[in-house]
Nanobody, 125 residues
Framework: QVQLVESGGGLVQTGGSPRLSCVAS????????MGWFRQAPGKEREFVAA????????YYAASVKGRFTISRDNSKNTVYLQMNSLKPEDTAVYYC??????????????????WGQGTQVTVSS
């Protein structure tokens, strides 16, 4: 059974640079794309970033491109989200997600089939 466990969230100041981690188990990690989504209060869950199984290709939402970086360490079954220049509008619960194959088919929820429990990131102004 696939398990995804996120960590690294918390309360940060505007302009802060936290790094989220997601450790996966129950799968051959390098065989699957991985992604990050977020959901703010009262809003739909939205795509943030994703990477292919090798980590060779990355994808970002326009709202975070240039500020966030997704990476993975397949030897540790871990995917990271480095967040820089945080803004109050980045406040959300951040979810790690497992793709359905080594490549990324969609940057919507339909392209992912397992989810972590989420980690709260709150950006104070």
């Amino acid at each position: 059974q696939v398990q995804l466990v996120e960590s690294g969230g918390g309360l940060v100041q505007t302009g802060g640079s936290p790094r989220l981690s997601c450790v996966a188990s129950g799968l051959t990690f390098s065989n699957f794309a991985m992604g990050w989504f977020r959901q703010a209060p009262g809003k739909e869950r939205e795509f943030v970033a994703a990477t292919t199984g090798s980590g060779g290709s990355t994808y970002y939402a326009a709202s975070v491109k240039g500020r966030f970086t997704i990476s993975r360490d397949n030897s540790k079954n871990t995917v990271y989200l480095q967040m820089n220049s945080l803004k109050p509008e980045d406040t959300a619960v951040y979810y790690c997600a497992k793709g359905k194959s080594v490549f990324l088919s969609h940057t919507t929820s339909s392209g992912f089939d397992s989810w972590g429990q989420g980690t709260q990131v709150t950006v104070s102004s």
